[in-house]
C-alpha cells in the first residue's frame, strides 16, 4: 500500500504519467498497469481520462488526500529513525547557484526545516557549474541549479519550468492593455543582474536572438538591490518569474509589463544529488516534500 500511494501521489503531482514513470524510472504501461490494479483492489476509478489529459475523480480526490498523510506519517517514522540512529543532529548541506539562491532557496530551506524540525542545513553557493563539481565531488549533499543536468552519477529531479518577465515603476511606463511587443526592450533603460549566470546568458541570448539593444545603466548581483534602483533609475529589469511576488511588487511598487515571447525564455530549475553519497535515510520522503511545495500549481485539478 506505500508504494501504491507513492506512484499515485507522484502521478499525480507530475500532471503526467510520462512525467512520472521517467521520475519512478518504470515505463508507462508498467505504472498504467499499477494504477489499474490500484482502482481494481479498491475498487473505484481513480482517474478519469479527458482527451490526453488526466482528472481525479472525486474518490480520487480523497485517495490523493490519504496518500499526503501516509507520506507525512513515513518521513516522521523514519525521522524518528535517523535521530535515534544518530547521536547529534543530521547536518546537510546544499549548494545554490547563484540565481536559485534568491529565488529558490528560501523556500527550500523554509520547506526542509518545516519537514525536518531538527535538521541543521549549511548553504553555500557558487555558479551552476561549481555547484555540480561540488555535488559530484560529494563535497555538499544537494545542489539547486537553474538547468536540467544529465550525468550518470547525479539524480536530477526538475522542480519547475521559469521564464523571464519585464518589470518596471509603477507611473513611470505607458502600460498598454494586453502584451507588448518585444521590441519595447529596444533602447529600454534598464538595470540587468551581472553576467556569468544562467539568468544573465538568457537575457543576452533574448536581446541577440530579436536583435535589441536595451540601454543598459547599471550591472548588479543582487535581485533585492535591482528593484530598490528601479524608481531611482527611472528603469526596467527582466527578473525570473519565480522571483516575482505579488507581495514583492506592492512592497516595491513595482509593476509587470507584459511583453510577447517572453514565455519562450523557459529554464527548468532541478535539485541534484550524488547516486552514490551517504545520505540520511529520510531523504527520498525530504525531496517528495520539496517536489510537491514546487509543484503544487501544475498538480492535477480534481473533478469538481
Not at 541543521?120 to 555540480?132: D, L, P
Not at 519595447?184 to 539593444?213: A, C, Q, V
Not at 509593476?255 to 510577447?260: D, E, G, R, T
Not at 529554464?267 to 520522503?285: D, K, Q
Request: aromatic residues 6%; glycine residues 4%.
Amino acid at each position: 500500500m506505500l508504494e501504491d500511494m507513492h506512484v499515485f501521489a507522484t502521478i499525480v503531482e507530475q500532471s503526467s504519467l510520462n512525467r512520472a514513470s521517467a521520475l519512478l524510472n518504470v515505463t508507462q504501461p508498467a505504472l498504467s498497469r499499477k494504477i489499474s490494479k490500484l482502482e481494481e483492489e479498491l475498487g473505484v476509478e481513480l482517474f478519469k481520462r479527458v482527451g490526453k489529459r488526466l482528472e481525479l475523480t472525486r474518490i480520487g480526490k480523497v485517495t490523493y488526500e490519504f496518500a499526503l498523510e501516509i507520506r507525512k506519517l513515513q518521513l516522521r517514522y523514519l525521522q524518528s529513525v535517523t535521530e535515534f540512529k544518530s547521536a547529534g543532529r543530521t547536518l546537510l548541506t546544499i549548494g545554490a547557484s547563484l540565481t536559485t539562491l534568491q529565488t529558490t532557496l528560501p523556500d527550500l530551506i523554509q520547506v526542509m526545516s518545516k519537514t525536518a524540525p531538527d535538521l541543521e542545513i549549511k548553504a553555500v553557493t557558487g555558479k551552476t557549474h561549481e555547484i555540480v563539481s561540488l555535488v559530484r565531488e560529494q563535497k555538499i549533499d544537494l545542489g539547486i541549479v537553474a538547468s536540467d543536468i544529465h550525468e550518470a552519477s547525479l539524480h536530477c529531479i526538475p522542480l519547475f519550468d521559469d521564464h523571464l518577465q519585464v518589470v518596471v515603476p509603477k507611473n513611470q511606463f505607458v502600460m498598454d492593455k494586453g502584451a507588448t511587443d518585444i521590441r519595447i526592450l529596444n533602447g529600454l533603460p534598464m538595470i540587468l543582474f551581472s553576467k556569468g549566470t544562467w539568468y544573465r546568458t538568457l537575457t543576452d541570448e533574448l536581446f541577440h536572438t530579436h536583435n535589441l539593444s536595451p540601454d543598459v545603466r547599471m550591472e548588479i548581483d543582487s535581485f533585492e538591490a535591482i528593484l530598490r534602483l528601479l524608481h531611482t533609475c527611472r528603469s526596467a529589469t527582466l527578473l525570473p518569474k519565480s522571483y516575482v511576488r505579488e507581495q514583492l511588487l506592492r512592497d516595491n511598487d513595482l509593476s509587470i509589463l507584459p511583453v510577447q515571447g517572453l514565455e519562450h525564455t523557459r529554464r527548468t530549475t532541478s535539485l541534484i544529488y550524488n547516486r552514490s553519497a551517504e545520505l540520511p535515510g529520510a531523504l527520498p520522503l525530504w525531496v517528495e516534500e520539496i517536489k510537491a511545495h514546487f509543484s503544487d500549481g501544475l498538480a492535477i485539478k480534481p473533478e469538481m
